[in-house]
């Protein structure tokens, strides 16, 4: 009794029906904590007896085999069933809390957010094994599940939990969501950031990793917002499903729980015809400030003209991969549109070039409504490689029939500007990323409304310069039409768009 008066509710999984073992996010009990919010600082599980005395836990499930909104049935008739549960232990996950101080840095000012988790993220990392007898099944076993540590950036992730948690679980249970992983961090990707929309309440859901075999269930929702300073970026935090079980490997284990080996590993298919993006974005650092650029030849990148204006030393990070180690090159800025152009961009030269290069295919045609990818060093910046969001190519803006502005739905943060926008479909290149969209008046960040400047701009002069070294190929960027001028226009006055 007393003002935090419940009921608290969030998502779970059902990981096994041989016993029945739910597992969900730990915060939510935060509020039954016999010594509050500092218990979530030990190390280790903590056992029933840390809770006042004889809270009620209920499972709810929709009937076997019934999603009821699914099949447009009267949900309230249908009913859901109701299963009694015990609290078998509290559980933090080391490798999870490892990979959260690493990767989010107090200086860089990250929250996470979502009912379970409210204002307080000191158990983040903390989750809870139900015991639910009436989820014992004869013959049942464990639900599917991979290993994080297989997952590949861009690699498609299905969602799935009850956003608001208890409020109407009729309608709500089991709703999912489909994204890619973002981003990776910590042993074996302890964490993981999709891009798939979660709401609240939705914290102790599952993320499932899509394969011919069946979906797999490789990760939990453990915030379903995260913010860096006042910059919502519209991603999802996950923890490895892998890691929990590591750190509940005592507790499963004196409750007599068999864990079984996670099953054979299914490779990824490379999305458009077998290009790999990461492979052409790199990291570019001009003093304090920093951003994304695209390789499109062994020594010549391109980027967006804020990213280098402070016209400091500059140092390009191409992403590692197969035959590429991380290194770190010192470049040479031979162009930059001016002021007055509405086409932010530069052009560097390396001083050597980068091993192993694939130059991306540029694209010729751009289709509204495609899928569409931005890779990039925004969100984790420069902790953990470049990260990868996904969305739609939702306008293309032409002027006499050219397209001089294309507009996606992918999530894009700052530090993505001048990062590569490829389609999904033929994983051509499409574009550079330039501003996502903020609105100035109200203090918010749109990342799922941003603008990139169209390949088809850049190449002629990319190719004029290849075989030239004239600087001057580059200079028609900045004689454009007042059409073009017009199109770009929230660039050149204060207002929504905002630099990356």
């Not at 054979?264 to 790999?276: I, R, S, T």
């Not at 389609?423 to 109200?442: E, F, H, P, Q, Y």
Request: with cysteine.
């Amino acid at each position: 009794s007393g003002p935090t008066d419940g009921p608290w509710s969030c998502s779970g999984v059902v990981l096994s029906r041989g016993p029945g073992l739910v597992l969900c996010q730990g915060a939510v009990f935060a509020p039954l904590l016999r010594d509050g919010p500092a218990a979530w600082a030990q190390p280790r599980a903590l056992l029933p007896a840390a809770l006042r005395p004889c809270p009620r836990i209920l499972v709810l499930q929709p009937p076997a085999g019934i999603r009821a909104p699914a099949l447009g049935l009267d949900a309230q008739a249908v009913g859901l069933q109701q299963h009694e549960a015990r609290l078998l232990a509290l559980v933090p996950c080391g490798a999870f809390q490892q990979a959260l101080g690493r990767a989010f840095g107090p200086a860089q000012q990250w929250r996470f957010g979502g009912e379970a988790a409210g204002d307080d993220q000191r158990g983040l990392h903390w989750f809870a094994w139900l015991r639910v007898p009436g989820l014992d099944t004869p013959g049942g076993g464990w639900t599917p599940w991979a290993s994080a540590g297989c997952l590949r950036k861009g690699e498609g992730l299905l969602a799935c939990g009850s956003p608001f948690g208890a409020l109407c679980p009729d309608l709500f249970l089991n709703t999912l969501s489909r994204g890619v992983v973002s981003n990776l961090a910590g042993e074996e990707n302890a964490l993981i950031l999709t891009d798939a929309r979660c709401l609240p309440g939705t914290e102790g859901g599952g993320a499932f990793l899509p394969s011919p075999y069946g979906s797999r269930l490789v990760a939990v929702i453990a915030a379903s917002f995260c913010w860096k300073g006042a910059e919502w970026v519209g991603l999802t935090l996950l923890c490895s499903l892998a890691a929990i079980l590591r750190s509940s490997a005592s507790v499963l284990s004196e409750a007599g729980v068999v864990v079984p080996q996670v099953p054979g590993q299914v490779a990824a298919v490379p999305a458009g015809g077998g290009q790999d993006p990461l492979g052409w974005v790199a990291l570019v650092e001009c003093g304090a400030a920093w951003g994304s650029g695209v390789l499109v030849a062994p020594r010549l990148l391109l980027t967006c003209r804020h990213v280098v204006e402070a016209g400091a030393p500059l140092r390009v990070t191409p992403a590692p991969g197969p035959g590429r180690p991380a290194t770190t090159l010192n470049g040479r800025v031979v162009f930059t549109t001016e002021e007055s152009s509405p086409f932010d961009v530069a052009v560097v030269e390396l001083e050597e070039s980068v091993p192993s290069f694939v130059p991306p295919c540029p694209a010729d045609t751009f289709l509204p409504g495609e899928e569409v990818s931005v890779v990039g060093f925004g969100a984790l910046g420069r902790a953990c490689g470049p990260s990868v969001t996904v969305g739609v190519l939702s306008a293309v803006v032409a002027v006499a029939g050219r397209p001089v502005m294309l507009q996606t739905t992918c999530a894009v943060h700052g530090g993505s500007s001048g990062g590569p926008l490829v389609s999904s479909r033929s994983g051509r290149l499409l574009g550079i990323v330039a501003s996502n969209t903020r609105d100035t008046g109200a203090g918010s960040t749109y990342p799922h409304l941003n603008f990139c400047i169209p390949v088809t701009i850049l190449q002629p002069p990319i190719t004029h310069y290849r075989h030239t070294g004239d600087p001057a190929a580059f200079s028609g960027l900045n004689r454009a039409g007042e059409g073009v001028r017009a199109a770009w226009r929230l660039q050149q006055q204060p207002g929504p768009p905002s630099k990356l």
